[in-house]
């Protein structure tokens, strides 16, 4: 069974005027005519936003993207098509799994700009897509998995865009986050258990202790990696349903994950598309006779 990497949208009642986009007339049942002049553009409700939003040609609205979003989709796909036809089978269906969701991100983001619960998973779900192994379901061979694929995306990134990320755009972004105990995994565990409760700060404070030396010696690699423990716990809380959507509690790490991971995971498939000749292994759920056009 052969699957299309990018399947065309439904037809909607917006259509393409030249380079100028105009709403269609209603039908005679009151209803939107579905007939389209020129090519399917895309959902209706994402559509409307077109008309609605005052873009004046569909290639600027397209190119729109969440607030802080390295790249857009429609960059990233064009890099994609340049370089695909030296792509891997594993890397063709992990790009092909991970740009769906930097796609849904944006769509979620034309629909509601205040959705950072939505923007963080669908973000999450795009770098999992990156870098999921198969496993044997236990927490820290997935923990262990991330962070060899967090150790080589830095080794990649010979343009130094995510050091630069780390220690010039989001240092008090990231501070914020590793020094907040809710997203710190032995918090929660002695809040469920007969251990002691103090005990969770030791841990914290060692950990504290290990992100100031990273710190002080710019040890990207360090520091990603527990950025990452910590938005893993976070990515727990919301994919589990233990937080509630749009919440008034805890809103600082969802603000501020859902901020780096908008720069990070984009920026992570530019970098596997540009190193396509590295081994990017077998993602898991994956059919022999699946194969990717």
Known sequence: MALKLFRKA????????????VKKKKGADGGLARELTGQTLGRKHLLQDVVKKGYKTIEEWRDIK??????SYRTLVRLHRENR????????????????????????????????????????????????????????????I????????????HDKVIYQAIWERFPNVIRGILKNEHVFKWFW??????????????????????????LDRRDTKTIMVILF????????????????????????????????MAFLAPMMLKLMIENYEEDWKR?????????VI
């Open 189 to 214: 565990h002695v809040q469920h258990s007969d251990s002691d409760v103090s005990g969770w700060q030791r841990d914290f404070d060692r950990s504290w202790r290990k992100v100031q030396g990273a």
């Open 66 to 71: 969440p607030e802080g979003q390295s790249i």
């Open 85 to 144: 036809p030296y792509f891997s089978d594993n890397l063709a269906h992990r790009l092909r799994r991970a740009l769906s969701w930097i796609r849904c991100a944006e769509e979620t983001y034309a629909a509601d700009k205040d959705n950072k619960d939505g923007f963080f998973m669908f973000y999450w779900i795009a770098f999992n897509s990156a870098y999921a192994e198969r496993a044997n379901d236990v927490d820290q061979s997935e923990r262990r």
């Open 146 to 157: 991330f962070r060899d694929f967090l150790g080589k995306i830095v080794d990649l990134d």
């Open 229 to 260: 423990d910590r938005l893993y716990e976070l990515r727990n809380q919301l994919l589990h349903g233990c937080a509630t959507w749009k919440g008034g509690v805890n809103r600082a790490q969802v603000e501020d994950g859902a901020e780096i």
């Open 10 to 21: 439904p037809s909607v009642a917006v259509v393409k005027s030249g380079t100028q986009v």
């Open 283 to 291: 993602p898991p759920y994956l059919k022999d006779s699946y194969e």
